[in-house]
């Protein structure tokens, strides 16, 4: 049986190279859409197999056509943590190549 990744994360899934994915433009952790909406999940679960059928190439990421809302505006609220400059923008902290702990006692159990 084939196996499909079903992503919201197109960039990394790219990155990784699955043999074949799906695409859905909806924020991370609901990535076959709102919490009791049945109907709109199983739609993405058709599209995602129908998907998988059409795949001939190794590689291939096919986006659904699946979206949030119709105006993309859930982006905004996902990258803003509420505390920035106020003019909607991505205001969360800029990502550090050093691992970050909150406390002591994790930095020692991850070994650094």
Known sequence: MPTICLTAARSITASVN????????????????????PEFQRDVLRRTFAAAEAMDQPGTITDLGVGWDSDG???????????????????????????????ESDRLAAGG
């Open 18 to 37: 699955p043999p074949r994915a799906t695409f859905v433009d909806l924020p991370l952790g609901n990535t076959v859409g709102r919490p009791h909406d």
């Open 73 to 103: 505006s859930w982006k905004r609220f996902a990258t803003s943590t509420g505390v920035g400059s106020g003019d909607g923008g991505d205001d969360r902290r800029q990502r550090v190549e050093i691992p970050q702990y909150q406390y």
